[in-house]
């Protein structure tokens, strides 16, 4: 079922040294080569998404802005992939939905914006090796790299 891939994803099939590496890396061909239903990044996934790939105190060898976007070029030309933009109700929703958190504050958000994005496009699951999302009300987190 289609989801949000998020950054984290992109990161581990990017990396070749991830312990992750071969099922993130299986996972994201499968839905950019033909996946079921429709999948989204968001407009703040692939920025960083860029900047912790190139980001040399993240990565003993990271990637050059253009090996960073090479990998991204066929997901983001994938007919199955699309990428949310905030809309014109953006700020209205995220109003609406931070009295649900208990302490939003900090780097939590980051995933506060991947979360109002999807409320605003109608969008529940999200595929994610993080687990900050579990304390958002609503969404199905699916962690893809677990085993069965």
Request: glycine share 6%; no cysteine; net charge negative.
């Amino acid at each position: 079922m289609a989801g949000v891939i998020d950054t984290n994803l992109l990161l581990f099939a990017a990396n070749r040294d991830a312990q992750e590496h071969a099922k993130a890396q299986a996972f994201l061909t499968d839905q950019v080569h033909g996946g079921s239903g429709r999948w989204y990044l968001t407009e703040g996934i692939v920025y960083e998404f860029l900047r912790v790939s190139t980001h040399p105190k993240v990565f003993d060898r990271p990637l050059s802005w253009e090996e960073a976007l090479a990998f991204l070029r066929p997901v983001l030309d994938s007919d199955q992939i699309a990428v949310l933009v905030a809309g014109h109700r953006h700020w209205e929703v995220l109003a609406e939905l931070l009295p649900d958190l208990t302490h939003p504050s900090g780097n939590l958000f980051f995933d506060i914006r991947t979360w109002v994005l999807m409320r605003e496009h109608g969008i529940r699951r999200i595929y994610t090796a993080d687990t900050d999302f579990l304390g958002f009300p609503d969404i199905e987190v699916v962690n893809p790299l677990r085993s069965p």
